[in-house]
């Protein structure tokens, strides 16, 4: 009996080697494209963080602000809103979704898009410009 516990544990630590390797590949960075329906998710996410605002007063993503990618499992986006009063300030909002999931609001970045919310690889896919250290600006 105790033969065969040691070839399960064997064979287990072998089938466990086995699938390392695939799951140790590093991540990668892709740019996608912001399609109306994944703007439409960002807008609700948006509402739904910032039930403040009358959802016809708020205007966005506005035209040509929105940045869309994946890492891993995870998708990223940031967008500019223009909102009562104070219009576009402390823009762009930042968003993160588990893909395939839905967009949870991780609320405005100050202006700047950091590595320690995204990955570094996701801010150089886009291209983003280095603001301050740590920190990037879209173009």
Not at 101 to 114: H, N, Q, S
């Amino acid at each position: 009996m105790r033969t065969r516990i040691v070839v399960t544990v064997v064979a287990g630590f072998l089938g466990l080697a086995v699938a390392v390797p695939a799951l140790s590949s590093p991540p990668k960075a892709v740019n996608l494209i912001a399609t109306p329906r994944v703007k439409a998710m960002l807008r609700a996410a948006f509402l739904l963080k910032h039930h403040q605002y009358s959802q016809r007063r708020v205007k966005g993503p506005l035209k040509g602000t929105t940045y869309y990618g994946r890492f891993g499992v995870s998708a990223y986006a940031f967008s500019v809103f223009s909102v009562p009063r104070t219009g576009t300030t402390d823009q762009p909002e930042l968003f993160k979704r588990p893909v395939g999931g839905i967009f949870r609001d991780l609320g405005d970045t100050g202006g700047e898009i950091c590595k320690r919310d995204v990955p570094l690889a996701l801010i150089k896919v886009w291209r983003l410009k280095p603001s301050s250290p740590g920190c990037y600006t879209a173009p």
